[in-house]
C-alpha cells in the first residue's frame, strides 16, 4: 500500500489548471446511482391523467369538428317564407319569389319546399290534421348564396324581394343555430380548461414525485455534489427514473385515452344523426391526440428538471 | 515576497457563524501551499470540521474572503465550483459512501463524475482497490464492509482522481493504530509522489509525530494558532513543493 498505483485515468498537471467545462455524459451519469423500478402509484397517476386529457382533448377537437360542420352547411344558406293564409294565394307568391331569387346576383340554387315535405316535417309537432289546410302552413324556400349569408346579403335579398312579393321573410339559416354554436364553443372551453388543470395536476404529480425522491437520496446526492458532481449530472440521474415513469404513464394513459375515445366514437357514430356526425375525428386531429403522451413527457421532465434545480439551489 | 509562490487556498479574515450564533470561527487568516503536509488539530468543538467544510466547499464564509486555486469564492458563479471541488480529494468524518453502490462504484465515482472513458475507470479503480487492499472486496457494498474498510474505500475515493488538495476529516478515527500509520504512510506517498497538498484534521496527537515534515495548524475556540510557523512562508525548509531544500 506504500506505493502509489499509477493511474491509466490520471489527469495531467495541464489538463487540470484549466478549469474547462466538463461535460456530463448520459452512460455515466445513469451509473452514478442504480436504477429504481416503478413503484409507487405515480406512473398510474400520470396515466389516468394523461387519459383524461386524451379524452377531453378528444372531446374539445370533437365539437370543434361539431361546430364547424354545421357552421360550413348553413353559413351560405338562407331560408325565405311566404306567410299567407290563402293556399293559393301563397302558391303563387311562392313561385314568383322563386323567380325572384333566380335572378338575384349570387344566389347559386333555389328549392321550393314541397308541401308534402314541409306537412311531414311538422306533422310529429301539429298531428295528421296538418295536411287539412285548417292551419295555415307559410311556404318555404331554401337559398344557397355563393357567399356567406350576413346581415348586408339577408337585407339585400329581403329588400330586392319584398318590392315583388309581399310577406316574404329572409332568415339566415345559420342564425338558427347561433345558441346551440354558442353551447358548443362553451363546451370546447371548457374541454381546454380541463386540459390545462389536468396538465397542472400532472406537473404537481410529478413535482412531488420529483420532490420525493431527491429528499430520498438527498444524502447521496450531497455526496455527488461535494465529489464535483454538477446540477445537470445530478438532475440527469433523477430526470432518468422520472422520465422512465412518466413514459410508463404517459403511454399507457394515452393508450387507454385513446380507446375510450375510439369506443365513444363508435357509439355516436351508430346514432347515424347528421349532426353527431359531423363531430368525428379526423387524421390531424388524432395526431394531436398521439402527441399529448409526449407532451406529458415533456411537461414532466422540465418539472422535474425545474424541482431539481430548485432544491439544489440550497446547496452550496 | 515576489519569489513566493500562490498558495493553493487563502483565506482571508473569515469568520464563520451559524444563523444568528456567535461566530464559531474568527479572524482566519492563512496560505495553504502547494505540496504541504498540514495537521490541523484542537479540541472537539473547536472548529476543525467547520473549517474543513469551508476549504471543501461545502460552507461560504459568513465573512472574509477565500481564494482557491487562484479563484475568488466569493465571486465565483455557483454553477463552476464543481469544476473546483473536482481538484480536491475529501475523507470526510463518517466516510459518507453511497451505501447503494458497491465499493468499486464508489471509487469509480469521482472519475465518472469526470467524465473518464468507463475503460480507464475500470482500470484506475482496480489498482486503487489493490493499493489500499481492497481488491477482494470491490463488490462489496458499504453496510457490509467493515468500518476499516470502508474507510480505505473513502480514501480510495478521495485520491483516485489525483486531487490537488487532499482533505481528510479525523481518518484514522475509526482503524486501529496500525492501519491508522498505513493511512498516513498512504497520504504521505500521495504528498511526496504526487505533489498533492494534504490537510489532515486530527484530535490525536500521537499522529503529529509519525509525518516529520508535517506542518502544524491549531484551533482553539474558533481561533487558529501557529505553534510550527506552518502559516507563515517559507512555512518549512523542508516541506516538499515549497521550494525548500
Request: glycine share 14%; aromatic share 4%; net charge negative.
Given at each position: 500500500m506504500s506505493t502509489l498505483p499509477p493511474l491509466s485515468a490520471e489527469t495531467d498537471n495541464e489538463a487540470e489548471d484549466t478549469l474547462a467545462p466538463v461535460r456530463p455524459r448520459g452512460r455515466a451519469a445513469a451509473r452514478l446511482l442504480p436504477p429504481t423500478r416503478l413503484t409507487g402509484p405515480i406512473p398510474w397517476v400520470i396515466a389516468i391523467l394523461i387519459a383524461l386529457v386524451v379524452i377531453a382533448a378528444a372531446g374539445g377537437l370533437a365539437l370543434r369538428n361539431l361546430a364547424s360542420s354545421a357552421n360550413a352547411g348553413l353559413s351560405r344558406a338562407v331560408s325565405v317564407q311566404i306567410v299567407e293564409p290563402n293556399p293559393d294565394l301563397r302558391s303563387a307568391r311562392g313561385a314568383a319569389a322563386v323567380k325572384v331569387l333566380t335572378g338575384i346576383?349570387?344566389?347559386?340554387a333555389v328549392r321550393l319546399v314541397p308541401e308534402a315535405d314541409l306537412n311531414a316535417m311538422l306533422e310529429p309537432w301539429l298531428?295528421?290534421?296538418?295536411?287539412?289546410?285548417d292551419v295555415p302552413i307559410p311556404a318555404l324556400i331554401d337559398v344557397e348564396l355563393t357567399r356567406s349569408a350576413g346581415p348586408d346579403e339577408i337585407a339585400r335579398i329581403e329588400a330586392l324581394l319584398g318590392a315583388q312579393v309581399p310577406g316574404a321573410r329572409v332568415d339566415a339559416q345559420g342564425d338558427w343555430l347561433r345558441p346551440v354554436q354558442d353551447a358548443l364553443a362553451a363546451l370546447q372551453y371548457l374541454a381546454f380548461g380541463l386540459i390545462a388543470l389536468v396538465a397542472l395536476a400532472t406537473a404537481a404529480a410529478v413535482w412531488l414525485s420529483a420532490r420525493n425522491a431527491f429528499a430520498a437520496a438527498r444524502e447521496t446526492v450531497e455526496i455527488m455534489h461535494l465529489l464535483g458532481a454538477s446540477q445537470r449530472q445530478i438532475a440527469a440521474v433523477f430526470l432518468r427514473d422520472v422520465v422512465r415513469e412518466a413514459a410508463f404513464g404517459a403511454v399507457f394513459g394515452g393508450l387507454a385515452g385513446a380507446g375510450a375515445v375510439w369506443l365513444l366514437g363508435q357509439q355516436f357514430a351508430a346514432l347515424d344523426s347528421g349532426m353527431v356526425g359531423g363531430g368525428g375525428l379526423m387524421l390531424a386531429d388524432w395526431l394531436v391526440i398521439a402527441c399529448i403522451p409526449l407532451a406529458g413527457v415533456l411537461l414532466a421532465m422540465a418539472t422535474a428538471r425545474i424541482t431539481i434545480a430548485l432544491a439544489l439551489r440550497d446547496m452550496l | 515576497m515576489s519569489d513566493r509562490p500562490e498558495g493553493h487556498v487563502k483565506f482571508d479574515n473569515v469568520g464563520l457563524r451559524y444563523g444568528?450564533?456567535?461566530?464559531?470561527?474568527?479572524n482566519l487568516s492563512f496560505t495553504l501551499y502547494p505540496g504541504s503536509f498540514y495537521f490541523l488539530t484542537g479540541a472537539s468543538g473547536a472548529g476543525k470540521t467547520s473549517l474543513l467544510k469551508m476549504l471543501y466547499l461545502a460552507q461560504r464564509p459568513s465573512r472574509g474572503a477565500i481564494r482557491m486555486f487562484g479563484q475568488d469564492l466569493v465571486t465565483m458563479?455557483?454553477?463552476r465550483l464543481p469544476e473546483l471541488r473536482r481538484r480536491l480529494g475529501v475523507v470526510f468524518q463518517n466516510f459518507?459512501?453511497?451505501?447503494?453502490?458497491?465499493a468499486f462504484d464508489n471509487v469509480a465515482l469521482p472519475l465518472r463524475l469526470a467524465g473518464t472513458e468507463e475503460k480507464k475507470v475500470v482500470k484506475a479503480v482496480g489498482d486503487m482497490l489493490d493499493w489500499v487492499g481492497l481488491a477482494h472486496r470491490a463488490h462489496a457494498v458499504p453496510p457490509t464492509l467493515s468500518g476499516g474498510e470502508q474507510q480505505r474505500v473513502a480514501i480510495a475515493r478521495a485520491v483516485i482522481a489525483r486531487p490537488k488538495m487532499l482533505i481528510a476529516d479525523e481518518p484514522t478515527g475509526n482503524v486501529d493504530p496500525e492501519m491508522a500509520l498505513k493511512l498516513l504512510r498512504l497520504f504521505e506517498a500521495l504528498n511526496n509522489r504526487v505533489g498533492t497538498t494534504v490537510v489532515v484534521a486530527t484530535h490525536d496527537v500521537h499522529l503529529l509525530k509519525k509525518v516529520p515534515d508535517s506542518l502544524i495548524m491549531r484551533l482553539n475556540k474558533g481561533q487558529l494558532s501557529d505553534p510550527t510557523g506552518a502559516l507563515r512562508y517559507p512555512p518549512r525548509p523542508s516541506a516538499p513543493g515549497t521550494g525548500g531544500s
Open positions: 346576383e349570387g344566389v347559386q298531428g295528421e290534421g296538418v295536411a287539412s289546410g | 444568528t450564533d456567535p461566530e464559531v470561527l474568527s458563479p455557483q454553477t459518507r459512501l453511497v451505501p447503494y453502490l458497491t
